[in-house]
């Protein structure tokens, strides 16, 4: 951070009612930040969020937990194109939230329930209680 900028948030943090010493409750905001942005599983949990912020995806992974489908299934359930329905399966499936396997000339996919997949739902669930 610059100076410059550093020195703009402290003018503002002597304005707020409970900070005491600015440069003192600076240096703990920032250890805080440091500490955050270098927390990787705060990529894999973004990696997660960023898969199913999407009403498609989400509809998606609905439709899979019943049973696995493939392609023209979710093609005809979402009245979409199949490169759309691969963009969507593929951002889905690179966030280890579906698989996708060949089943003769067709491509099935079903819900990955995995450790990692229960454990962003935790990490999740602990942010907001």
């Known amino acids: ?42 990529d894999d949990l973004t990696q997660f969020l960023n898969a199913i912020a999407n009403k498609k995806r989400l509809i998606i992974l609905h439709i899979l937990k019943e049973k696995d489908r493939c392609v023209c299934e979710l093609e ?3 009245d979409e194109s199949q490169p759309s329905i691969s963009h ?8 280890g939230l579906i698989k996708g396997w060949k089943k003769g000339k067709f491509t099935h996919y079903d819900l990955l329930k995995s450790n990692r997949t229960n454990k962003l739902i935790g990490e999740l669930n602990s942010i907001f209680n």
């Open 1 to 42: 951070m610059d100076l410059e900028h550093k020195e703009e948030i402290k003018a503002k943090l002597v304005k707020c009612e409970d900070v005491e010493n600015p440069e003192l409750h600076f240096k703990k905001l920032r250890s805080i930040g440091d500490k955050l942005i270098t927390d990787t599983s705060l």
């Open 76 to 78: 005809t359930v979402l």
């Open 88 to 95: 969507h399966l593929k951002i889905l499936e690179n966030s």
